[in-house]
């Protein structure tokens, strides 16, 4: 994928926002739930490894912490994975590399952008579900996780009934989105956009990301949407600043996807 329009957010320096997030902390320590809150990191778009995506990894390797690689199954071949197992080694249990739609492009010609939403036919939707899956399960073998992200967070009741008929064990999307799934597809939602942040200001960007960080806080689930392809310099700096933090500051678990069914 090619590089995509960096959040103005980034646009502030890594000094301003460093020395604002650390003013910042200490209150948004107290929003944290007596009984603690689990933090989890999943990155979309994942096709092929680049410059950006290893400066993502990078930050992830450092901190130890585990990251969900959403893979779309039409970028992804041999070479590719063989890129991306040199880039993740050599412990590739630290990722959890699950399902991302199929082609990652929209089929609504009207709305919001679905690639499985409610013009598609159920038949067609559980072919390209099923021939994305077994596209994974062949190039990843023992490292796919039969989770499900849809493109744009998401997708249509019929879909979420195909993933459960192809063994998908659970779905990830944003909170608080309808249709709800079906009792026996877990969804494991984000609630905290990192890298697509609208505001055109940087001072805002800095506002509107720590009252996103808040409200996922207070409600003992903060989970981090990443797209590597809109991170600039100074988003690669912040998210090493970013996980030290979380990963220091007592209440806020770091979780591994996989272990939040």
Known sequence: MPGRPVSAIWKNSISTLTENFDLWWSNLEKHI?????????????????????????????????????????????????????????????????HQHGYRHMNHEKQGKKFEFGPSRETQIVYGELGRGKTKLNRLLGKH????FTPPWNRCSAE???????????????????????????????????????????????????????????ESGHAGFMLHHQRM?????????????KINNTPGLRIKDIRNML
């Open 33 to 97: 739930p007596q009984e603690g809150c689990d933090v989890f990191f999943r990155a979309d778009d994942i096709g092929y490894p680049g410059k950006q995506f290893s400066a993502m990894i990078s930050a992830f390797k450092k901190n130890r912490t585990p990251l969900a690689l959403a893979v779309v199954p039409a970028w992804f071949n041999e070479n590719h994975r063989d890129l991306l197992f040199k880039e993740l080694g050599p412990d590739l249990d630290l990722w959890c590399l």
């Open 159 to 217: 879909t979420m009934d195909c993933l459960v008929e192809l063994g998908f064990n659970a779905i990830s999307r944003s909170t608080n989105v309808s249709p709800q799934p079906p009792e026996n597809l877990p969804d494991i939602p984000v609630n905290i956009d990192l890298h697509t942040i609208k505001e055109s200001s940087p001072q805002t960007g800095v506002e509107t990301l720590q009252k996103l960080i808040i409200e996922a806080v």
């Open 144 to 147: 796919f996780c039969p989770l």
């Open 232 to 244: 600039n310099k100074t988003s690669q700096l912040f998210l090493h600043y970013l996980l030290g």
